[in-house]
């Protein structure tokens, strides 16, 4: 079993990492832009404290490998720059910026032994045999790979292999980040949960910067201290987990966070209050009325309930996930997702809900009006 | 209608890959074959559709024996895991293609068609090739391909397994209604219990080559007649543990935990399955008991937590509603939904589900 867990190692020689600031990059695969839809990357700024967890978090297409590979050296960014401890780095090639990666699949030397797999790039940089062997053997304990240091890699399960390319990328104490690209694909799912619980304790133990690039909320939300979310190039919203549950500063979190997502649905603001389907919707705040294209209102099925009066809705389908139901409504404004207890009595026909106010917020051409 | 599978057996040179099963599907119903990678979820479906013969047994349609009759003679429609499309057709001519094998007329084509490609959202890429679409249209054209032939059998082979997590969320909501109006047997088969009920219906849950249990589907997930049909239509794991019950009171093997209750059944030795959203960070129904905890880790979904921690000798799993960072190592406090717990026997039998 790999699997105790708080075995405490003493770590004495990590070097400090680098802090990582991104400044108004932007990039694109074509020559000539001439749209919003010809960059890959728009105006990313981001300030990423030495020592800290990151996760971007995004579909596929949302510009998160592009700028993944911007900053470790892959890719030349077509504007913006790109610092380590204050220190530009956007011309260095990926080798001088000392970075580690981990990728989605193994990448190890299937003929090595484990222990030579995790000493390779220790060997690479001339470090002595008696340091190589205290690294190793530190990192195989850490991983819970010390029975299985000189069997040779080739015989190891798939996540067994994932392991050691998650050593190699952890066992060098030089390097400015450690990256981590959809690390986790290979493994079976009921594994997950014990390699995400070893990342975040690696990390609190070695304390080092940190990036983890995945399409999957549940992987980012476990193990970032903070997360960016990334839609069509851009930034959408950077936060902590609760933030991003709690308080959507754009549709797209809202939609993306969340199992069922936020109901975005259209409204009007008048005098400072939203107007829905005929009435005054409270609201945390006075809304400023500028020029949008359009306004939205935006609830997340946790926060209706059922009320005697409110807004008047018809009931489409009731699912019973055991846990709790998912109710599927509609008004004329479109259809509303409600999330309820199991135990609530579901009218049959129509019904009459209200929304917590709290978490009622209005976007204008999907950004937050606060 | 209705498709009847007879002492149905299949057997791949000694090992047996389905073992003796009968199941009955009726008309105008959604099947869930519910269990994990090597279940048989898919020997079944080919055997259903007549892509294989068993080794024995017999399968009725209506009342037809139908055992080794060609899929080609058959009038089913078969979506699977991977995208399946003609990739030099254009969504249109993907979703016709059946039609016009069975010579159906043009103009009914285009109506049948567009009506198809309404409900699945992809009316605006008729005039599209396979690869400018997104693997979620990719699937819908498949689904659409299976819905437009009017096929008394619809079999569906894990459809959404190679969807990102959002795209199968969508389209497992909508799968459900698609099927509402139609005079067909909807065969579906998953690994994922929450596809199960979200499709509702009726679910067979399947362990290694046997039908464990077939019922309506809330009832098979409310009642798992045992401990193995339990286990399978539970995601996160079932945390299961051995207990002892004397009088009115139950504790666990190892003393940790001791709670009432009026379930009738004889003292002795059992063991409990209580699934995650049974074990929460705030209590939840009118009985509950506390659980004290070290936690392993705390998993975000975006709107609930999943707690694992341990109790000692156990671990456990807890799935709480919002946002609940724990620390690693952190000792924390938990509530157990008395009301919720399943109580199975020695052989693993359910004697009481709470």
């Known amino acids: 079993m790999w699997m105790s867990f708080y075995i405490l190692i003493q770590i004495t020689d990590w070097y400090p990492m680098a802090k990582i600031t991104l400044k108004d990059l932007s990039h694109s695969y074509l020559s000539k832009q001439s749209s919003d839809a010809d960059w890959a990357l728009r105006g990313v700024d981001i300030d990423w404290k030495d020592g800290g967890a990151y996760a971007l978090l995004g579909p596929s297409g949302c510009g998160k490998t592009t700028l993944l590979n911007i900053i470790s050296g892959l890719l030349k960014p077509t504007k913006g720059e790109i610092l380590f401890d204050d220190k530009n780095v956007t011309a260095l090639n990926p080798v001088e910026r000392d970075i580690a990666q981990i990728f989605q699949f193994p990448v190890i030397y299937d003929t090595m032994t484990v222990y030579d797999n995790l000493a390779f790039p220790l060997k690479n940089r001339g470090l002595s045999k008696t340091e190589i062997d205290s690294k190793v053997k530190e990192i195989g304990e850490m991983l819970e790979l010390t029975s299985t240091l000189n069997n040779k890699a080739a015989g190891l399960t798939a996540d067994g292999k994932q392991k050691i390319s998650l050593g190699r990328g952890l066992v060098r104490s030089d390097v400015n980040v450690i990256m981590f690209d959809e690390p986790l694909t290979v493994i079976d799912p009921h594994l997950k949960w014990v390699l995400r619980s070893k990342l975040k304790e690696l990390h609190q133990k070695i304390n080092r910067t940190m990036i983890y690039v995945t399409h999957d909320q549940i992987e980012a939300l476990t193990f970032a201290d903070e997360v960016v979310v990334m839609h069509e190039g851009q930034i959408v919203q950077t936060g902590t987990p609760v933030e991003l549950f709690e308080k959507p500063k754009h549709t797209f979190v809202g939609h993306f966070i969340g199992s069922p997502g936020m109901n975005i649905l259209p409204c009007e603001i008048e005098n400072g209050q939203i107007n829905f389907e005929g009435k005054i919707i409270p609201n945390n705040n006075s809304i400023k009325k500028i020029n949008y294209n359009k306004t939205q209102l935006g609830i997340r099925p946790e926060f209706i309930k059922f009320s005697n009066d409110g807004i008047k809705v018809k009931i489409k389908r009731v699912s019973d996930t055991g846990r709790h139901k998912v109710i599927d409504t509609e008004c004329s404004s479109g259809s509303i997702k409600i999330l309820a207890n199991s135990s609530t009595e579901i009218p049959s026909d129509s019904a009459h809900i209200t929304f917590e106010q709290k978490y009622t917020y209005v976007y204008g051409d999907d950004w937050i009006i606060e | ?354």
């Open chain 2, 1 to 354: 209608m209705s498709l009847e599978l007879k002492n149905v057996e299949k057997k791949v040179g000694i090992e047996t890959h389905i073992y003796s099963t009968n199941l009955k599907l009726e008309k105008n119903t959604i099947n869930v074959l519910l269990g994990s990678t090597l279940a048989g979820k898919t020997t079944l479906m080919q055997i259903m559709a007549g892509l294989d013969k068993p080794t024995s047994g017999e399968i009725w349609f209506n009342d037809e024996n139908v055992t080794g009759k060609e899929v080609q003679k058959r009038n089913c429609s078969m979506v699977y895991q991977q995208f399946i499309n003609y990739p030099n057709f254009t969504v249109f001519e993907n979703i016709a293609s059946p039609l016009k094998i069975t010579g159906v007329k043009p103009d009914e084509i285009k109506e049948r068609v567009g009506k198809v490609a309404e409900l699945l959202k992809l009316s605006a890429m008729l005039n599209k090739k396979p690869d400018e679409l997104s693997g979620g249209q990719q699937q819908r054209t498949a689904l659409a391909r299976a819905l437009v032939k009017d096929s008394d059998l619809i079999l569906l082979d894990e459809p959404l397994a190679n969807l990102d997590f959002k795209l199968r969320e969508e389209l497992r909501e909508e799968l459900p209604k698609l099927f509402e109006d139609r005079d067909c047997i909807v065969v579906y088969a998953t690994t994922e219990p929450l596809d199960a009920l979200m499709i509702g219906g009726n679910t067979a849950t399947l362990l290694e080559g046997n039908v464990i249990q077939y019922g309506k589907t809330l009832n098979v997930y409310k009642k798992p007649e045992n401990l193995t049909s339990a286990k399978v239509f539970s995601d996160p794991p079932m945390n299961i543990a051995e207990i002892s019950k004397s009088g009115e009171i139950f504790k666990l093997k190892d003393n940790s935990v001791q709670w009432k209750s009026n379930v009738q059944i004889k003292d002795g030795n059992y063991k409990i399955g209580i699934r995650p959203h049974n074990i929460t960070t705030y209590k939840e129904g009118d009985n509950s008991v506390e659980i004290n905890g070290k936690v392993l880790i705390s998993e975000l979904s975006g709107s609930e937590s999943l707690i694992h921690f341990t109790n000692g000798k156990l671990n456990w799993v807890s799935l709480s509603n919002g946002i609940q960072q724990k620390n690693i190592g952190e000792n924390t406090k938990l509530f157990m939904n008395v009301d919720e717990f399943l109580y199975f026997d020695t052989n693993n039998r359910l004697v009481s589900n709470g």
